[in-house]
């Protein structure tokens, strides 16, 4: 019996085994993918597929280095650990914080970039700070910048995929974090599905296909034990916020660009 990497397992333990149903993954990085019937391939966003733990099919797949281990890493920087009750606490006051006034900025591209920009010399900004910003808009900015740029990524993806997401399978550790959720939700247009399965999807999927394997049952087994076990909805009146957030990220990475590549090349030299 064969197992598969990660993305695969996942992608089946998601509960997304159909053609175009689409699973998001928050974990240290975060990815976007999708079964299809057919190989797809964009080499200027470095995106494309690989062949799914599915006989037949294939998975497309939009891989970004960084997705929660940012927040991590900031979360620890700003209260000197990272647990529970902290995250709690965090994840309580961002939904108090309103998208549509806090004028800071995150670039998410702490350990270079992979999609949508093939770049391994960007890396992570806070930008526009002010002494009049509360930690906690610090913190929202930073899942914002997370949300944007995984909206970037979906530009193109739903290029490959034919059509555009409606909703998303959410499963990974970052799931459980409420506002990071609800901002991926604004920022994507997509309603998001967080699974029964977000802390043992991969695990889950390699069993399933051993289900399979054995002749116990079909891929669509995994459907009696991945659920939506929480709906989030678009909030209409941020979606326009943050398609104009993602035209400014976009401008400011142009803009500094090649001083990204002379800091992470040359340095000071």
Not at 72 to 87: E, H, P
Not at 199 to 227: N, Q
Request: proline share 3%; net charge positive.
């Amino acid at each position: 019996m064969i197992g598969s990497g990660d993305v695969a397992a996942t992608a089946i333990g998601s509960g997304g085994i159909g053609d175009r149903e689409p699973h998001l993954y928050l974990g240290t990085s975060d990815w976007l993918a999708a079964h299809l019937p057919a190989r797809k391939l964009d080499i200027f966003h470095a995106m494309g597929t690989i062949v799914s733990a599915i006989p037949g099919k294939h998975l497309l797949i939009a891989e970004q280095e960084c997705g929660c281990s940012v927040l991590d890493y900031i979360v620890t920087l700003l209260y000197g650990r990272a647990d529970k009750q902290v995250f709690d606490e965090v994840d309580r006051s961002i939904g108090s914080v309103d998208p549509s006034s806090n004028k800071i900025m995150f670039l998410p591209w702490m350990f270079g970039e992979r999609v949508p920009i093939d770049d391994p010399y960007v890396r992570g900004v806070l930008y526009n700070v002010s002494l009049s910003d509360s930690r906690f808009q610090i913190l929202e900015a930073i899942m914002e910048g997370v949300a944007l740029n995984i909206k970037w990524a979906q530009i193109y993806f739903e290029k490959l995929l034919g059509e555009k997401i409606r909703a998303l399978n959410v499963v990974g550790g970052g799931a459980l974090w409420d506002s990071l959720c609800q901002l991926i939700v604004d920022a994507t247009g997509a309603q998001v599905l967080r699974m029964s399965t977000l802390r043992e999807a991969s695990v889950i999927g390699a069993a399933v296909i051993g289900v399979k394997a054995l002749g116990l049952g079909e891929f669509e087994y995994v459907r009696k034990i991945a659920r939506a076990e929480k709906v989030f909805k678009p909030r209409e009146v941020l979606i326009r916020v943050f398609n104009e957030k993602l035209k400014l990220m976009i401008d400011v990475y142009k803009a500094n660009k090649r001083f990204f590549k002379r800091l992470n090349t040359k340095g000071f030299v």
